[in-house]
């Protein structure tokens, strides 16, 4: 619920014009939406007066990292939850660390926004320009897990190691899962708590959220959605697809050693440059908000 002290301010600033027309523009989908003057805290209070204004999904682009981490916070300020989409935060030509942390960042909002579960989400420029996976490949890897669910521990088991996770003795990291007789443990990439889904033979009997650090419960839940360790999981068909295309947009002979290493999940830095070569449809996050309700052109906005 909005404040009085939020109201009284829209009530100053209401009958500026530039405002004016860009409510207008909002609530007539012209979009992208393309504001320019705004700086810190009120472009973010502009975007929430939009966000308040219609409950529709929203794209948020900001011209760099920094900017977009500062609107991310200063819109739950103003009631807005919102998911922050990184770039791959090296520098240009540098790559990403095999266990960096961004994979699992990047394909948490992928996953949350091709299972429809976003609504807010902000992202620097690099970051909404790259070409991304298309919304159906990140979608048909989800897998929805929910009490009264009947699975085989193991089956499931094996769907996590072709999602590239690791299975382990004891959790501790983030893309690593144990199945110790009829407890399942899971600490997704770009989340910071465990799943701990507890079976009676097939069916799940209870599904508790734990911390990885100490092991101990924190609380349950009824259902929940487990996404693949990164945004492209490697398997031999894209790694055959990479080969084709080697020479051709890489040049010289194909890497095997590198394939090698992607095939049996040991990653290799840089991978994140291959993602667009194996993409047979390439996609940007505009188009995960396609078809979205009151997105036009899949409710992409802009802030500069």
């Not at 999940?265 to 505009?286: D, I, N, S």
Request: charged share 25%; proline share 7%.
């Amino acid at each position: 619920m909005k404040s009085l002290f939020y109201n009284r301010i829209l009530e100053r600033i209401g009958s500026n014009e530039a405002l004016r027309t860009l409510h207008k523009g909002f609530e007539h989908s012209s979009f992208p939406l393309e504001p320019a003057g705004p700086k810190g805290s009120f472009a973010a209070f502009i975007c929430a007066d939009l966000v308040h204004r219609r409950k529709t999904d929203l794209l948020i682009i900001t011209p760099t990292e920094q900017e977009a981490n500062d609107l991310v916070e200063d819109l739950r300020l103003f009631g807005v939850p919102s998911l922050l989409f990184p770039g791959w935060e090296t520098a240009l030509y540098h790559s990403v660390a095999v266990h960096s942390p961004v994979f699992g960042k990047r394909v948490h909002v992928l996953s949350e926004l091709a299972a429809g579960a976003a609504r807010v989400v902000v992202a620097p420029l690099r970051a909404a320009l790259i070409p991304i996976p298309p919304p159906e490949y990140i979608r048909r890897r989800l897998q929805n897990v929910a009490v009264g669910d009947t699975i085989d521990p193991p089956v499931l088991a094996e769907r996590l190691v072709q999602e590239g996770y690791l299975r382990v003795p004891r959790v501790g990291l983030r893309g690593e899962f144990a199945l110790r007789g009829e407890v399942l443990d899971i600490y997704p990439p770009g989340s910071t708590e465990g799943l701990r889904i507890v079976f009676e033979f097939d069916e799940i009997e209870q599904i508790r959220i734990f911390d990885p650090e100490t092991q101990s419960s924190t609380g349950t839940v009824e259902s929940a959605r487990i996404h693949p360790s990164r945004e492209v999981v490697w398997d031999e068909e894209l790694v055959d697809r990479l080969r084709k295309v080697w020479s051709k947009t890489l040049g010289g002979e194909p890497d095997e050693s590198v394939l090698e290493s992607l095939l049996i999940g040991g990653g290799h830095p840089g991978e994140e440059r291959f993602y667009p070569l194996v993409c047979k449809t390439r996609a940007t996050l505009a188009d995960y908000f396609a078809g979205a309700g009151g997105g036009a052109g899949g409710g992409a906005g802009g802030a500069k």
